[in-house]
Nanobody, 119 residues
Framework: QVQLVESGGGLVQPGGSLRLSCTASTRFFAYIVMGWVRQAPGEEREVVATVTPGSSTVYADSVKGRFTISRDNGKNTVYLQMNNLEPDDTAIYYC?????????????WGQGTQVTVSS
């Protein structure tokens, strides 16, 4: 079991930036694939970005070139830098994780943090 604690959401104007952080409580962070998943009202969850223990990354087409995911293995923390935010980015953003020794799907979730992009 991995506990995930997020921070950094809020209200921002279109074109603005936010950085989300998520810290994982685990001794095995070196085996944990981390990601950010968002859900807007009435929409299905969307995997926004994923980063492996070796820092390989994958992004949804909707955020490529605007969002950057990174991780600090010494701090058990993953970040999502979001630039040039658009109203369609408004959603609850969840930190997600899975232990790559056991599965290939996100099965651990944070509590979520609200991101609202509005003028």
């Amino acid at each position: 079991q991995v506990q995930l604690v997020e921070s950094g959401g809020g209200l921002v104007q279109p074109g603005g930036s936010l950085r989300l952080s998520c810290t994982a409580s685990t001794r095995f962070f070196a085996y944990i694939v981390m990601g950010w998943v968002r859900q807007a009202p009435g929409e299905e969850r969307e995997v926004v970005a994923t980063v492996t223990p070796g820092s390989s990354t994958v992004y949804a087409d909707s955020v490529k070139g605007r969002f950057t995911i990174s991780r600090d293995n010494g701090k058990n923390t993953v970040y999502l830098q979001m630039n040039n935010l658009e109203p369609d980015d408004t959603a609850i953003y969840y930190c997600a994780a899975y232990d790559m020794r056991a599965t290939r799907h996100f099965d651990q979730w944070g509590q979520g943090t609200q991101v609202t992009v509005s003028s």
